[in-house]
T-cell receptor, first 116, second 114 residues
Framework: AQKVTQAQTEISVVEKEDVTLDCVYE???????LFWYKQPPSGELVFLIR??????QNEISGRYSWNFQKSTSSFNFTITASQVVDSAVYFC?????????????FGSGTRLSIRP | EAQVTQNPRYLITVTGKKLTVTCSQN?????MSWYRQDPGLGLRQIYY???????DKGDVPEGYKVSRKEKRNFPLILESPSPNQTSLYFC?????????????FGEGSWLTVV
């Protein structure tokens, strides 16, 4: 079975703190894709990153970084020097890597609040 | 500009009054899908379509219908809405399933059934 778990329901930190959002996934597939999306208060889903299962290189984009570890089935997301604009719900998602894969499986989301 | 467009964005309706939420994409994508988002549950798939005239149920299809007569459009139909269908709905599309292609989401449709 495919599953994505975001155990942290809500996180609240003070501005400029670093914060890590956890994502643990389950799949027996060898080929799969992992995603992170941001959902600001306005409601839309903003794509942040995509990784495939064969690429375990960590990635950094400005204040954002992602740590993909197949050994622990985790794809964690870290925001460095957080800002109030980072306040949002963040979703981790998994997509199977074969042609008839019908859906993207989402975690339940982590609500991140950055206090000034 | 690559877009998935949903309408309406906001709707309050009454129980039993049929409604349709439209979804259109301008990227010639094969795959389209509908999700609903509820607190604590993340996004759950309602229906999906692999291509024109090919649709299938997702995890929570009860109370919904879809059609895919054209590649660009994938409307979600609530024949007889009930209050438990109050939710935030997202339409999504991508070039093909089972790949790392970017998944594009519409802006969401807030639906309240009273």
């Amino acid at each position: 079975a495919q599953k994505v778990t975001q155990a942290q329901t809500e996180i609240s930190v003070v501005e400029k703190e670093d914060v890590t959002l956890d994502c643990v996934y389950e799949t027996r597939d060898t080929t799969y894709y992992l995603f992170w999306y941001k959902q600001p208060p306005s409601g839309e889903l903003v794509f942040l990153i995509r990784r495939n299962s064969f690429d375990e290189q960590n990635e950094i984009s400005g204040r954002y970084s992602w740590n993909f570890q197949k050994s622990t089935s985790s794809f964690n997301f870290t925001i460095t020097a957080s800002q109030v604009v980072d306040s949002a719900v963040y979703f981790c998602a998994l997509r199977r890597g074969y042609s008839s894969a019908s859906k993207i499986i989402f975690g339940s989301g982590t609500r991140l609040s950055i206090r000034p | 500009e690559a877009q998935v467009t949903q309408n309406p964005r906001y709707l309050i309706t009454v129980t039993g009054k049929k409604l349709t939420v439209t979804c259109s994409q301008n990227m010639n994508h094969e795959y389209m899908s509908w999700y609903r988002q509820d607190p604590g549950l993340g996004l759950r798939q309602i229906y999906y379509s692999m291509n024109v005239e090919v649709t299938d149920k997702g995890d929570v299809p009860e109370g919904y219908k879809v059609s895919r007569k054209e590649k660009r459009n994938f409307p979600l139909i609530l024949e007889s809405p009930s209050p438990n269908q109050t939710s935030l709905y997202f339409c999504a599309s991508s070039l093909s399933p089972g790949s790392g292609n970017t998944i594009y989401f519409g802006e969401g449709s807030w639906l309240t059934v009273v």
